[in-house]
């Protein structure tokens, strides 16, 4: 990651979604050695592209959790008034239509 890129957080990295991360990554990889599998065997390319589809799918939750995680953790003031919890509230909404 570029400099450019990276900010730094004057606060420790402890997020409460982590196990959550994890477990979902874990299934992933296990998908993911499957779909290899499947490849290994010769099996249908609509099979397999159908997999594929369904671990981008599942990447995409994970960044989801991710996101909203780093939200919660860096960027909302945890003695947010209502009003601004409110928006966080409209913002969570948003990315359960967007993912």
């Keep these: 990651m570029s ?5 730094a957080h004057d ?3 402890t997020h409460k979604q982590t196990k959550a991360v994890l477990n979902r990554l874990a299934r992933v990889e296990g998908h993911v050695r499957s779909i290899r599998g499947m490849v290994e065997d010769g099996r249908d390319c ?3 592209l159908m997999q594929i589809s369904a671990v981008k799918a599942a990447i995409e939750k994970v960044g ?3 996101l909203e995680d780093h ?4 960027l909302i003031n945890p ?5 601004e919890k409110e928006k966080w ?3 969570k909404e948003a990315l359960d ?3």
């Design 3 to 7: 400099e450019k890129h990276r900010h």
């Design 79 to 83: 003695d947010a008034s209502p009003d």
């Design 46 to 48: 609509t099979d397999i």
């Design 71 to 74: 939200l919660e953790s860096c």
């Design 11 to 13: 606060h420790p990295h």
């Design 89 to 91: 509230n409209e913002v």
């Design 64 to 66: 989801k959790v991710v």
């Design 97 to 99: 239509v967007y993912f």
